[in-house]
């Protein structure tokens, strides 16, 4: 593959799914697997128009589940390889996300969130998000990133691919509807320039070098007992690797009555309804958990610890809500609830609810 | 004596030298077919000198207790999914040899649409099917290629195709649909030597890099079948071969120059 990326830094103002398809560009991502599917669509539309000019390659599958299992092809090989999907099609290309979890496989997915259970909406939604994180028939040995601004998803879009080859398992950008079509101006960068190094992706098979011992691998198992090992060995590793990577923002939650807590594109909406209430002199705080798998949990409990009460507001019915009660167990802190499943939330209104607390 | 044996070809070696020893004896059961087809497809493997080269990809059924049975480099991927892992490879990177090995349930119901799209993409790998008529590992349902009339646990009282439709014809199917280049046939464990000249084709057209390589090998099942060693090689080599015409259905042509 070619060595060539985007030179020096640039301001842009991009959409998201454009911003998504630069980030693979600048982290020097081979190969895109990918199937059609609303909001994601542009991703793939940039990336086949870069592709041919960086020497990257694509190939649109017969579905997600293919689009998944290619994508597992191509990081057997040695290639860094991504998908993107929604919806749907997150939850046909959660079987190649469970085998990616058991087999140790990396590989980047990236998920634009929008209405569901159903068909459409295809415009919004935080409805994937226990799906994100959960969705195998395993233990959710993954690493999800939920993004809030453009500049962060093409922060993370690089990150992602460094992470998900460091640990080697596979690495989620959890984004949405509005994220992917909304525009926004932000700093396009060749990571390296900034000191960001790419992390190599090996081949797991595929290298025909004389002499090379052969390697089989398989996601079968004879026993319960060999399965049990290989679980527990990935859940120690998954730990460990969580200690390292688990990322969250926080404001202003030293001396708060109220915490809003808030994760993606909600959390936008959160920042400006505590930077206007924090103005009317209102002792509020704002926490907002970047990898929502691995979550904060020490970091949120001490958080809250001098708070009255949190509000949680998401895009859905409780999804995010759980995993923030699952983090305060043991707590009797009141949590109040914003819970709109597929429905945006304003600053305006997070204020107004704050204000009837 | 042995030797003398080997060498005047009275007496094959034991086994390819590309099969791995160290998990030999296999794990199939007594008089199936898989270990024939193994056994064809590691002579070619030798003859052509791409055990190196070769990803050897299995499915789910008794076709993935082939998954450390070649000294090359393998994956054993999930049900029906294996086409897909192994054209994410070629696409990824072409000079390996890609090989997909599976079951009827495999490439023809659970995988089917990954098939019929390596297919009509005509992606440059082999994929070797073994049709055996029925769901092996999990205790012998109807599969897409149970005969009319055959009784299986899910169809006991013998397949309705008025209720369940007819039996598949994979290869007919992956003909009609690949463009040029494509190889496309059905070999039978009861015609070794033929079935040994098709997947050798098989795999020279995808070093060829002309297209899809697709055999079907008519197989056996006793344990599920319940018939005795008669009645098996009967099924196989006269009921299934009415059914399933044995044969070439696609070669590339012949390239000019």
Redesign the interface.
């Known amino acids: 593959m070619a060595e060539v990326s985007l030179q020096g830094e640039q301001r842009v103002f991009m959409t998201g799914n454009e911003v998504i398809a630069w980030g693979c560009v600048a982290a020097k991502a081979d190969i895109m697997y990918g199937y059609p599917i609303t909001p994601q669509n542009e991703i793939m539309h940039y990336w086949t128009r870069l592709a041919p000019k960086y020497g990257k390659k694509f190939l649109q599958t017969e579905d997600e589940i293919s689009a998944g299992f290619t994508m597992l092809g191509g990081v057997l090989t040695g290639r860094k390889a991504f998908t993107g999907t929604a919806g749907p099609g997150n939850v046909l290309m959660q079987e190649a996300a469970g085998m990616a979890e058991m087999m140790r496989l990396p590989g980047v997915f990236f998920i634009q969130q929008r209405g569901g259970p159903s068909t459409a909406t295809v415009i919004y939604a935080q409805q994937e998000t226990q799906l994100t994180c959960f969705g195998g028939n395993g233990e959710g040995h993954r690493l999800v990133y939920s993004t809030a601004t453009h500049q962060e998803l093409f922060d993370y879009t690089i990150k992602a691919f460094n992470m998900a080859w460091t640990y080697r398992f596979p690495t989620f950008i959890l984004a949405d509807g509005y994220q992917a079509k909304m525009r926004e101006p932000l700093t396009i960068y060749e990571p390296e320039a900034r000191g960001v190094k790419l992390v190599p992706t090996p081949a797991v098979v595929g290298e025909n070098k004389p002499g090379k011992k052969f390697k089989h691998l398989r996601n079968t198992y004879n026993t319960e007992d060999e399965l049990y090992e290989v679980v527990m060995a990935n859940q120690r590793d998954w730990e460990a690797m969580a200690a390292e990577v688990v990322e969250w923002s926080e404001k202003g939650c030293e001396d708060a009555d109220i915490i809003m807590v808030t994760h993606g594109i909600v959390s936008r909406a959160a920042m400006g309804a505590y930077d206007q209430l924090r103005a009317e002199g209102k002792k509020v705080g704002f926490f907002r958990p970047i990898t929502v798998r691995p979550f904060p949990e020490k970091e949120l409990r001490a958080a809250v610890k001098n708070a009255k009460k949190i509000l949680v507001a998401e895009s859905a019915y409780g999804q995010f809500l759980k995993f923030v009660q699952t983090a305060l167990y043991g707590s009797t802190i009141e949590i109040a609830t914003m819970l709109r499943p597929g429905i945006g939330i304003t600053t305006e209104e997070l204020v107004e609810e704050y204000n009837k607390l | 004596m042995m030797q003398e044996l080997k060498e005047n070809n009275v007496l094959q070696p034991a086994m390819p030298a590309s099969w791995?020893e160290d998990t030999k004896p296999h794990k199939f059961c007594p008089g199936c077919g898989h270990g024939i087809i193994l056994k064809v497809l590691g002579e070619v493997i030798d003859e052509l000198g791409i055990k190196?080269?070769m990803?050897f990809g299995c499915d789910?059924g008794c076709s993935?207790l082939s998954?450390?049975f070649?000294?090359?480099?393998?994956?054993?991927?999930?049900h029906g999914?294996t086409a897909?892992?192994?054209?994410?490879?070629?696409?990824?990177?072409p000079?390996?040899i890609g090989v997909v090995y599976m079951g009827d349930g495999g490439g023809y119901a659970i995988g089917s649409?990954?098939l019929?799209?390596a297919a009509v993409r005509n992606e440059k790998i082999t994929i070797i099917l073994c049709n055996n008529c029925n769901y092996g590992m999990t205790g012998g349902q109807m599969a897409p290629t149970t005969l009319p009339g055959m009784k299986t646990e899910t169809s006991p009282y013998g397949r309705d195709v008025a209720e369940t439709g007819n039996p598949t014809k994979g290869p007919e199917m992956v003909a009609a649909v690949a463009p040029e280049g494509a190889y496309v046939a059905r070999g039978t464990i009861a015609n070794v030597r033929q079935l040994k000249g098709f997947i050798k084709k098989a795999l020279e057209n995808q070093i060829a890099g002309n297209g899809l390589s697709f055999v079907e090998c008519l197989s056996s099942c006793p344990t599920n079948w319940r018939t005795n060693a008669k009645q098996t090689w009967e099924f196989v080599e006269k009921d299934m071969t009415q059914y399933f015409k044995v044969g070439e259905l696609r070669t590339p042509q012949a390239k000019e120059g």
Do not use: C, E, Y
């Open positions: 791995n190196d080269q990803v789910i993935l998954w450390d070649f000294a090359s480099d393998s994956v054993q991927t999930h999914r897909p892992v192994i054209t994410g490879m070629k696409r990824a990177k000079d390996i649409q990954h019929f799209n």
